[in-house]
């Protein structure tokens, strides 16, 4: 059993960074692969990026790839995502994801547990 919550969502001008955090506590850390996403009003809930504990490897999303990144502290138990290059079209309550599959997943149902979110907010 994990648990996990976000932080470090607000708001920020176009071209700015924020940097979100996920702590976990239960079950071991290391043992899960961990996601984020993000759902804007009136889409769905799209993949962000996926950070795998075996191997550290990480994946993005098109649409972020080359300004998010994602990493994880094992220590601290805490995943965090990087977002540099911020764009209005980033906007969007982001979430934090723990799975138990063995290879990246882009799917929401592939992750068993899930935080409440964190509100971000890019101006124009």
């Known amino acids: 059993q994990v648990q996990l919550v976000e932080s470090g969502g607000g708001l920020v001008q176009a071209g700015g960074s924020l940097r979100l955090s996920c702590a976990a506590s239960?079950?071991?850390?290391?043992?899960?692969?961990m996601g984020w996403f993000r759902q804007a009003p009136g889409k769905e809930r799209e993949f962000v990026a996926v950070?795998?504990?075996?191997?550290?490897?990480?994946y993005y999303a098109d649409s972020v790839k080359g300004r998010f990144t994602i990493s994880r502290d094992n220590a601290k138990n805490t995943v965090y995502l990087q977002m540099n290059s911020l764009k209005p079209e980033d906007t969007a309550v982001y979430y934090c994801?723990?799975?138990?599959?063995?290879?990246?997943?882009?799917?929401?149902?592939?992750?068993?547990?899930w935080g409440p979110g964190t509100q971000v907010t890019v101006s124009s």
């Open positions: 239960g079950r071991t850390f290391r043992s899960y692969a």
């Open positions: 994801a723990a799975g138990t599959v063995f290879t990246p997943s882009p799917r929401p149902t592939a992750y068993n547990t």
């Open positions: 950070h795998m504990q075996s191997a550290g490897s990480t």
